[in-house]
T-cell receptor
Framework: EAGVAQSPRYKIIEKRQSVAFWCNPI?????LYWYQQILGQGPKLLIQ????????DSQLPKDRFSAERLKGVDSTLKIQPAKLEDSAVYLC??????????????FGPGTRLTVL | DAKTTQPPSMDCAEGRAANLPCNHS???????VYWYRQIHSQGPQYIIH???NNETNEMASLIITEDRKSSTLILPHATLRDTAVYYC????????????FGKGTTLSVSS
């Protein structure tokens, strides 16, 4: 079974530029998560989708971050304009989520963003 | 904020058991204990979860105290490939519940 795919793996931009990350979850997984992981810290949830609808985006800085999940499959996360403090690894995860309870989340390898 | 407390780092000799502690004194009755680990430059990986009974799978064992205020993840025979950051997470076992990560424990396994 293929895992969660993310691209690009690395990105370097200058502050005030724009950047987009792409995620392809495991086939059939209804729930998709984007996490931000700053160096030395654990991942922090940015946004959660259930199929193509947003479940939780309370921690997404909406003045500069946006995300979408078209057709309930792939997702993109965009930052416009980027700030120095956005330097981090952006992780995408997906889960099957059955009605019986929570299921494990499968994470992609992440995109490491460096803002200069 | 994370509801768990873990030591920042631990060392273990290769082939020995690694016992990683976690405190979760404010855990609620419907919350499970989950463990994930993150090897360098990879995304987190699920290890195991439990409610109140001890659990074992091919990767590890999870021992939860009777009062459920703490737990221990046991890697019975640690290898160099087990070097990683280990996260203990308290989470409602419900579809669509996100994970709240703390800083975890960095386990270093050496030969």
């Amino acid at each position: 079974e293929a895992g969660v795919a993310q691209s690009p793996r690395y990105k370097i931009i200058e502050k005030r530029q724009s950047v987009a990350f792409w995620c392809n979850p495991i086939s059939g997984h209804a729930t998709l998560y984007w996490y931000q992981q700053i160096l030395g810290q654990g991942p922090k949830l940015l946004i959660q989708f259930q199929n193509n609808g947003v479940v939780d985006d309370s921690q997404l800085p909406k003045d500069r971050f946006s995300a979408e999940r078209l057709k309930g499959v792939d997702s993109t996360l965009k930052i416009q304009p980027a700030k120095l403090e956005d330097s981090a690894v952006y992780l995408c995860a997906s889960s099957l989520e059955t009605s019986g309870g929570g299921s494990e989340q499968f994470f992609g390898p992440g995109t490491r963003l460096t803002v200069l | 904020d994370a509801k768990t407390t873990q030591p920042p780092s631990m060392d273990c000799a290769e082939g020995r058991a690694a016992n990683l502690p976690c405190n979760h004194s404010t855990i609620s009755g419907n919350e499970y204990v989950y463990w994930y680990r993150q090897i360098h430059s990879q995304g987190p990986q699920y290890i195991i979860h439990g409610l109140k009974n001890n659990e074992t799978n091919e990767m590890a064992s999870l021992i939860i105290t009777e009062d459920r205020k703490s737990s221990t993840l046991i890697l019975p025979h640690a290898t160099l490939r087990d070097t990683a950051v280990y996260y203990c997470i308290v989470r409602v076992h419900q579809a669509g519940t996100a994970l709240i990560f703390g800083k975890g424990t960095t386990l270093s396994v050496s030969s």
